[in-house]
Every structure is written in structure tokens, then in C-alpha cells.
């Protein structure tokens, strides 16, 4: 599929009377998955990988039965994980292949992971410092086992000589030679195995390249992101021939996100692509022109006052995601089409006041039915997903919550 924002091919009326009809013997708040438009995504996704395996980022899903869902499915192999702990558990569930894409200082999961063979050989760590080896080792304690390791690569565009940099702050290893030389320093270090390299492209994979109503901005993006694959392109490939003289053997190269997939996948050096968002499509991926997907996650509000004409109050929704602050960081309200929130107001902890035509169509007690800006964050509001096949919820599944876990 292509296409840009909010390019979605269902009817939204229709959609809403299924949701409706569906919930209709469950109270608000309340969320869903539609498990057509999430068997859709992933079919996408493994379409846009061109049968590089895709690793799916548990942070944006946060739900065991959703994950094994989409790891049945072909095309999809691995986990990329987000907290050491999550990875531990995640292993003990029956998970065998979970990267921990981010450093962990977590000095007890670390000693459990050194004591037990299956938690070694299921998880993979993140490195790129050799001080959080250093403190692998001071946590392992009596743990004898090998410590699978990955390294990270910067994947920041810098200009200028340096000045001016675009993309997160991540990993200091931006330069081949400096990941080239903590890969040797690795394989002579005793209790560690380096196994993989990862460089994730926020930048170019989290990034919407199409704006509604920003066409200066879009383009500017477009730019920016061309350039950036360029570069990127060629010190990967530089990168993985560095490591790769200096440690043979190694596994898994990963790159990419649900934005870039098709694009990552088309390199060379890498031999596997994570994604995660694409699943659920939250509101922050409907601006791409090289994809568009179906809202498959949503949650409910319920009405609660009809403060006047042309206004509800529903309650709660104030759920807003992480990253630097702005409208963009708050859930939309989806269906009915036409509401927005009040300017003074915004989407509020305990209620949430709805202004547009629609309101005066809705009773108190009617649900309301909205996107959040982000994927996976929207499980931590929630202990359970409805999982809606047509017009009926056909199973309630824990999310991480659920299950008493919340990672952090």
C-alpha cells in the first residue's frame, strides 16, 4: 500500500458501528485491537521487508498473545525488546530470540541472565560502551554464562563538519573503526560473544515525510531523509566489513523501522529489519508517502455530560506519549468523525471535553472512540486488549499491565 495521511481504504462509519456494535456489552474505557487490520499491517510489513526477516519491537506492542500472534506468521523472526527485565521474562515465556535493543544498568537481571543457559541463549544485550561491559561483569556474581552482545552504530546525519547533527542521540559509536575496535576488544574479553550489530534510522524510520497541511515541511523531510539513507547506506556497509574482518561469525545485522523497511531491507549488510508501530498504526504513522496502514489499535471513552450544543465530555483520554511535547503527542479523537478538543482544555486527566457537530449526535453512556499518537504506550493505560474479529470481540488478551508488569 501506498499512499499519505489518514489514507485509510476502510469506512469509518462502518468501522465504528462494528466497534459499537462489538463492545456493546463492555463498559468504557475500554480498548481493542482489529485483528483484520493488524493481520493486514503485518502482511505489509513482510511485503515491504522483501524476505529479510522482521524483528518485531516489543515496545510497540506489549502484549504476549499479539506478539506470538505476528511470530506465527512468515516473514517475522525475533523480538527486539526494550528493558533487560522484559527480555528475562519474555525468555521465560518461550521466547528464544529476544535483542534487548537498548543499554541495561540492571545489575539483578543481569546476574540472572549469567546463571541460567536458556536466559543466555535467548537474550542478546546492547553495548556501546566498554564500562556497561564492566558492570556485566561486576553484576554476573557466581553466573558463568556466556553473555551474547550486540553492538549499536550511530546512525545520525552529520553536517557541516559535525555542527549540526539529525537524529537521535544514541549510540557515541558513529564511525566504523570505533565499532570495529569495541568488536575486538569483545572477542578477547573473557563471558561475552558478540553476535550482532544494530543501527536503527529514527531519523528516517519515525519521521512522517508527508505533513497534512506542511508541504515546505514534507518536502524539506524528504530531503533530509534521501540524504540520510545515502550516507547511512554506505558506513553501514563499511561498518559490518570492519566488524566482520575483526570478529567472524558474526549472526544478525538489524536496521530499520516501520518507516524505512523497504528502504533498509535493500541494503546489503543488513539481514534483518525490526518494526513494531506498523501493527497498530498509531496516529504519528499516518504522515509517509512510502506507506499507509489501518488503525488497528483503538481505545474508548465513555460520554459522560452534554455540557451544551455542539459539546460532550467524555472521561479521561489525557494519555499522551513520550517525545518532545506538542498537539502531535496527544490522542486523536477518531470516531465519530468531526470531533476535536477544546484549545483551553486539551485531552484532560480525569475528562475530556469534545467539541464538532458529531457531539450532538452522541447520548451520555455512547462510546467515543480514539488513536493514540504512539503504538505500544497506549497498553500501559490498559490491562486488556478486546480483540475484534468483524463485529464481535472474540478474545481478551493481558497486555504487559495485565499481567502485572510494567517495565517502565
Given at each position: 500500500?501506498?499512499?499519505?495521511?489518514?489514507?485509510?481504504?476502510?469506512?469509518?462509519?462502518?468501522?465504528?458501528?462494528?466497534?459499537?456494535?462489538?463492545?456493546?456489552?463492555?463498559?468504557?474505557?475500554?480498548?481493542?485491537?482489529?485483528?483484520?487490520?493488524?493481520?493486514?499491517?503485518?502482511?505489509?510489513?513482510?511485503?515491504?521487508?522483501?524476505?529479510?526477516?522482521?524483528?518485531?519491537?516489543?515496545?510497540?506492542?506489549?502484549?504476549?498473545?499479539?506478539?506470538?500472534?505476528?511470530?506465527?506468521?512468515?516473514?517475522?523472526?525475533?523480538?527486539?525488546?526494550?528493558?533487560?527485565?522484559?527480555?528475562?521474562?519474555?525468555?521465560?515465556?518461550?521466547?528464544?530470540?529476544?535483542?534487548?535493543?537498548?543499554?541495561?544498568?540492571?545489575?539483578?537481571?543481569?546476574?540472572?541472565?549469567?546463571?541460567?543457559?536458556?536466559?543466555?541463549?535467548?537474550?542478546?544485550?546492547?553495548?556501546?560502551?566498554?564500562?556497561?561491559?564492566?558492570?556485566?561483569?561486576?553484576?554476573?556474581?557466581?553466573?558463568?554464562?556466556?553473555?551474547?552482545?550486540?553492538?549499536?552504530?550511530?546512525?545520525?546525519?552529520?553536517?557541516?563538519?559535525?555542527?549540526?547533527?539529525?537524529?537521535?542521540?544514541?549510540?557515541?559509536?558513529?564511525?566504523?573503526?570505533?565499532?570495529?575496535?569495541?568488536?575486538?576488544?569483545?572477542?578477547?574479553?573473557?563471558?561475552?560473544?558478540?553476535?550482532?550489530?544494530?543501527?536503527?534510522?529514527?531519523?528516517?524510520?519515525?519521521?512522517?515525510?508527508?505533513?497534512?497541511?506542511?508541504?515546505?515541511?514534507?518536502?524539506?523531510?524528504?530531503?533530509?531523509?534521501?540524504?540520510?539513507?545515502?550516507?547511512?547506506?554506505?558506513?553501514?556497509?563499511?561498518?559490518?566489513?570492519?566488524?566482520?574482518?575483526?570478529?567472524?561469525?558474526?549472526?544478525?545485522?538489524?536496521?530499520?523501522?516501520?518507516?524505512?523497511?523497504?528502504?533498509?531491507?535493500?541494503?546489503?549488510?543488513?539481514?534483518?529489519?525490526?518494526?513494531?508501530?506498523?501493527?497498530?498504526?498509531?496516529?504519528?504513522?499516518?504522515?509517509?508517502?512510502?506507506?499507509?496502514?489501518?488503525?488497528?489499535?483503538?481505545?474508548?471513552?465513555?460520554?459522560?455530560?452534554?455540557?451544551?450544543?455542539?459539546?460532550?465530555?467524555?472521561?479521561?483520554?489525557?494519555?499522551?506519549?513520550?517525545?518532545?511535547?506538542?498537539?502531535?503527542?496527544?490522542?486523536?479523537?477518531?470516531?465519530?468523525?468531526?470531533?476535536?478538543?477544546?484549545?483551553?482544555?486539551?485531552?484532560?486527566?480525569?475528562?475530556?471535553?469534545?467539541?464538532?457537530?458529531?457531539?450532538?449526535?452522541?447520548?451520555?453512556?455512547?462510546?467515543?472512540?480514539?488513536?493514540?499518537?504512539?503504538?505500544?504506550?497506549?497498553?500501559?493505560?490498559?490491562?486488556?486488549?478486546h480483540l475484534v474479529v468483524g463485529d464481535r470481540v472474540t478474545e481478551t488478551v493481558p497486555t504487559y499491565r495485565g499481567e502485572g508488569h510494567t517495565f517502565l
Open positions: 500500500m501506498t499512499g499519505g495521511a489518514a489514507d485509510f481504504t476502510r469506512d469509518r462509519a462502518a468501522d465504528r458501528a462494528r466497534y459499537d456494535r462489538a463492545t456493546a456489552h463492555l463498559d468504557a474505557p475500554l480498548a481493542i485491537v482489529d485483528l483484520a487490520a493488524f493481520d493486514a499491517n503485518a502482511e505489509d510489513l513482510a511485503r515491504r521487508a522483501g524476505g529479510k526477516p522482521v524483528r518485531v519491537a516489543s515496545k510497540s506492542v506489549r502484549c504476549r498473545a499479539l506478539l506470538e500472534r505476528v511470530l506465527a506468521r512468515d516473514g517475522f523472526a525475533g523480538i527486539m525488546s526494550f528493558t533487560l527485565a522484559e527480555s528475562l521474562w519474555l525468555a521465560r515465556s518461550g521466547f528464544d530470540d529476544v535483542l534487548l535493543a537498548y543499554p541495561s544498568a540492571d545489575r539483578t537481571a543481569f546476574a540472572e541472565l549469567a546463571a541460567d543457559p536458556k536466559l543466555a541463549a535467548a537474550v542478546t544485550v546492547m553495548v556501546d560502551d566498554p564500562a556497561q561491559l564492566r558492570l556485566v561483569e561486576e553484576a554476573r556474581g557466581d553466573g558463568r554464562e556466556e553473555v551474547r552482545v550486540c553492538l549499536e552504530l550511530d546512525t545520525s546525519l552529520k553536517l557541516l563538519g559535525g555542527r549540526v547533527r539529525i537524529g537521535a542521540r544514541r549510540s557515541p559509536l558513529h564511525e566504523p573503526t570505533q565499532v570495529a575496535a569495541l568488536a575486538r576488544a569483545i572477542a578477547r574479553r573473557p563471558g561475552f560473544r558478540l553476535v550482532g550489530v544494530m543501527a536503527y534510522e529514527g531519523h528516517v524510520a519515525g519521521v512522517g515525510d508527508a505533513v497534512a497541511g506542511h508541504p515546505a515541511k514534507s518536502r524539506a523531510v524528504r530531503l533530509m531523509q534521501a540524504a540520510a539513507r545515502r550516507e547511512l547506506a554506505v558506513r553501514r556497509a563499511e561498518t559490518i566489513r570492519a566488524v566482520r574482518d575483526a570478529v567472524p561469525g558474526l549472526e544478525f545485522v538489524n536496521g530499520g523501522g516501520t518507516g524505512s523497511v523497504q528502504h533498509t531491507a535493500a541494503e546489503g549488510a543488513v539481514t534483518e529489519v525490526a518494526a513494531g508501530s506498523g501493527l497498530f498504526v498509531p496516529r504519528l504513522f499516518d504522515n509517509y508517502t512510502s506507506f499507509s496502514g489501518r488503525p488497528a489499535a483503538l481505545f474508548a471513552q465513555p460520554v459522560v455530560r452534554r455540557p451544551g450544543r455542539g459539546v460532550v465530555t467524555v472521561l479521561g483520554g489525557g494519555y499522551p506519549a513520550s517525545g518532545a511535547a506538542g498537539t502531535d503527542r496527544s490522542p486523536v479523537p477518531y470516531l465519530p468523525q468531526g470531533l476535536r478538543y477544546d484549545a483551553q482544555e486539551g485531552a484532560g486527566e480525569v475528562q475530556t471535553p469534545l467539541l464538532g457537530a458529531a457531539a450532538d449526535d452522541l447520548r451520555i453512556g455512547d462510546k467515543v472512540w480514539f488513536r493514540h499518537a504512539k503504538a505500544g504506550e497506549l497498553c500501559e493505560r490498559f490491562a486488556e486488549l
